[in-house]
């Protein structure tokens, strides 16, 4: 149930949320925006909640507090919260190996030159730990820069299939090669991914169970998830 108050019993102020309004507006009659909702909350009690523009241009649906967004890299926290939930279990410690839950690792290599015929890898000089996934310094990417050889043999091997199980793919990203050593740089990648199948290994149940049991029910989340429901789409903003 969402509690409610003014801004000043938790120490906001009403002056300042009310800039809030004009200020979004200008994204949405500038068409940088279909729609929003923006809510302020301090102290578990909601202080603002305003909803602008359309969920759906087309058919002239207005945004609305029940909207239901894709989430889309937010999975990533959620994942991580996950993660942690077992390490305050003590199955794990930051610094441990991957490849002591996933034995692939054992064997990755870092990308130093070359193409397709004349690649040149090194072996790791350290572990991946599960501390270099959290942090996106374990030198795994997504495939998406344009002038990386490393992220070529993502796209090649298809590595962003959707219809792939997430073992799969974990498996396949720890056979090809890594951008750099681990520690040694950040790269946004598919690190958080590697990080949601752990949670798997560790907890002995499927992600989005895991997600709805230990984390969704037990604070209500009742609209996330992996799919929308079809007794849900009426509600489902559209992507522009």
């Known amino acids: 149930m969402a509690v409610f108050a003014k801004p000043e019993e938790v120490g906001l102020s009403s002056e300042r949320l009310g800039r809030i309004r004009p200020w979004l507006r200008g994204y949405l009659e500038t068409g940088k925006l279909p729609g929003a909702t923006t809510l302020v909350a301090r102290h578990g009690k909601i ?7 359309f969920r759906d241009l087309e058919a002239s649906k207005p945004m609305a507090s029940d909207t239901i967004l894709r989430f889309y890299s937010m999975t990533k926290p959620i994942t991580s919260v996950a993660l942690m939930m077992l390490y305050e279990e003590g199955l794990f410690q930051l610094d441990d190996p991957v490849s002591e839950f996933i034995p692939e690792f054992k064997n990755t290599r870092v990308y130093i030159s070359g193409d397709t015929h004349d690649m040149v890898c090194e072996p790791l000089k350290t572990s991946i730990t599960l501390h270099h996934l959290l942090t996106h310094t374990s030198g795994i990417p997504y495939g998406w820069s344009p002038n990386s ?46 990080c949601g199948y752990l949670v ?21 989340m009742d609209d996330s998830g992996f799919f929308c429901p079809e007794e849900k789409h009426s509600r489902l903003a559209e992507v522009y």
């Open 47 to 53: 202080v603002y909640c305003e909803s602008e523009g």
């Open 149 to 194: 050889f490393v992220d070529s043999c993502y796209r090649a091997n298809n590595i962003m299939n959707w219809d792939s199980t997430i073992s799969y793919m974990v498996k396949q990203i720890s056979e090809l090669p890594h951008k750099f050593q681990p520690g040694t740089a950040w790269n946004y990648g598919l690190s958080i991914d590697v």
């Open 200 to 220: 798997e290994v560790l907890s002995g149940m499927p992600l989005d169970e895991f997600f709805q049991a230990r984390i969704f029910d037990p604070l209500k």
